[in-house]
T-cell receptor, first 116, second 117 residues
Framework: AQKVTQAQTEISVVEKEDVTLDCVYE???????LFWYKQPPSGELVFLIR??????QNEISGRYSWNFQKSTSSFNFTITASQVVDSAVYFC?????????????FGQGTELSVKP | DTGVSQDPRHKITKRGQNVTFRCDPI?????LYWYRQTLGQGPEFLTY????????KSRLLSDRFSAERPKGSFSTLEIQRTEQGDSAMYLC???????????????FGPGTRLTVL
């Protein structure tokens, strides 16, 4: 079975705090892709990052960083020095490589609220 | 470069009515996907097209749902005899040719929010 779990339903932080959003996935495939998307109040999903299963290097992009650990099937997302504009729902998603359709399997999402 | 567009953005209908949504993907994208998102949940896959061919349908897509992409460009999603349980955000996404440099990345539209009274 393919499944993505985001156990944190809601997180609230004060501006400038660091925050980590957890993502745990299940798949029997040995090759797959993981994604993070951001959904602001406007509703449109915004792509943040793609990571393939054979590349476990962590990645940093500005205030965003991602920690991929295949051993624990986790792909966590950290925002450093959070800002009010980071307030949104964040989704982690899985795509097995050999899934011909390319459909994404999403987690339930984590709603992040950054207060000034 | 324009992104994925969807029309209408909001639709309110009475139970039993038929509704149709439209999605215009990014012009050079061969693949087009439909997802449904209910309140507090992540998007769930409904169906996808490779050019004009509908290649996969989820079990979520009951007989009342039909999707088309007649010329491999825009797509429509029709729901017949709507039910209150159909109330959701319907998202469309497109992606480039599988083997291109940006393969696997799906670009999402703003969605159509359906409310069935």
């Amino acid at each position: 079975a393919q499944k993505v779990t985001q156990a944190q339903t809601e997180i609230s932080v004060v501006e400038k705090e660091d925050v980590t959003l957890d993502c745990v996935y299940e798949t029997r495939d040995t090759t797959y892709y993981l994604f993070w998307y951001k959904q602001p109040p406007s509703g449109e999903l915004v792509f943040l990052i793609r990571r393939n299963s054979f590349d476990e290097q962590n990645e940093i992009s500005g205030r965003y960083s991602w920690n991929f650990q295949k051993s624990t099937s986790s792909f966590n997302f950290t925002i450093t020095a959070s800002q009010v504009v980071d307030s949104a729902v964040y989704f982690c998603a899985l795509r097995p490589l050999y899934n011909q359709g390319g459909k994404l399997i999403f987690g339930q999402g984590t709603e992040l609220s950054v207060k000034p | 470069d324009t992104g994925v567009s969807q029309d209408p953005r909001h639709k309110i209908t009475k139970r039993g009515q038929n509704v149709t949504f439209r999605c215009d993907p990014i012009s050079e994208h061969n693949r087009l996907y439909w997802y449904r998102q209910t309140l507090g949940q992540g998007p769930e896959f409904l169906t996808y097209f490779q050019n004009e061919a509908q290649l996969e349908k989820s079990r979520l897509l009951s007989d009342r749902f039909s999707a088309e992409r007649p010329k491999g460009s825009f797509s429509t999603l029709e729901i017949q005899r709507t039910e209150q349980g159909d109330s959701a955000m319907y998202l469309c996404a497109s992606s480039p040719e599988e083997w291109g440099p940006n393969y696997n990345e799906q670009f999402f539209g703003p969605g159509t929010r359906l409310t069935v009274l």
